[in-house]
């Protein structure tokens, strides 16, 4: 795994899953190519209909602004 790999893992481990736990969430990071991270929502998160919202607006963003080179989020 590259560093940049790594670094994603231990901030969805460490930022985000703690957030998405409190509504019984979760997601599994699934890959990165070319600046775009792929995730799958799991728990509640799977199939709710603010997880475009949550994709965007949470996961994204948090990724974005800790690691340089994380042009997009998307879910797989």
Known sequence: ???IEKKINEIIEKDIKPILALHLGSVTYEGFKDGVVSIRFEGTC???PFSTLTLKAGVEE???SK???VTEVVAV
């Open 1 to 3: 795994m590259i560093d």
């Open 46 to 48: 799977k199939g709710c």
């Open 62 to 64: 948090i990724l974005k």
């Open 67 to 69: 690691i340089e080179g």
